[in-house]
Nanobody, 125 residues
Framework: QVQLVESGGGLVQAGGSLRLSCAASGRTFSPYGMGWFRQAPGKEREFVAA?????????YYADSVKGRFTISRDNAKNTVSLQMNSLKPEDTAVYYC?????????????????WGQGTQVTVSS
């Protein structure tokens, strides 16, 4: 059973930074693609960033976060992180970590098989 646990959320002023982490357990971590999604109140869950499993070097970003957010993974620690800089009030949402069953990174919610419980990020203006 794959388990994903997010951490690092919180309250930050606009222009500030946060670093989210996702700890994975239950299977070998390195071969599989990982993603970050977010969901604001009243909105659908949306793609933020994704990274391929080891052996490929592929990352994807939503246009809204490109140049501000960076996804990375540490296979030795079974973690995937999301460094968020220049935060805006519209980045406010619950952020979810997701794990794929393939090496590829994906942008669709339906492509992921495992999800964490989420961590709240609130950006004040």
């Amino acid at each position: 059973q794959v388990q994903l646990v997010e951490s690092g959320g919180g309250l930050v002023q606009a222009g500030g930074s946060l670093r989210l982490s996702c700890a994975a357990s239950g299977r070998t971590f390195s071969p599989y693609g990982m993603g970050w999604f977010r969901q604001a109140p009243g909105k659908e869950r949306e793609f933020v960033a994704a990274i391929s499993g080891s052996g490929l070097s592929i990352t994807y970003y939503a246009d809204s976060v490109k140049g501000r957010f960076t996804i990375s993974r540490d296979n030795a620690k079974n973690t995937v992180s999301l460094q968020m800089n220049s935060l805006k009030p519209e980045d406010t949402a619950v952020y979810y970590c997701a794990a794929d069953n393939t090496i590829l990174p994906h942008k669709r919610v339906d492509d992921y098989d495992y999800w964490g419980q989420g961590t709240q990020v609130t950006v004040s203006s």
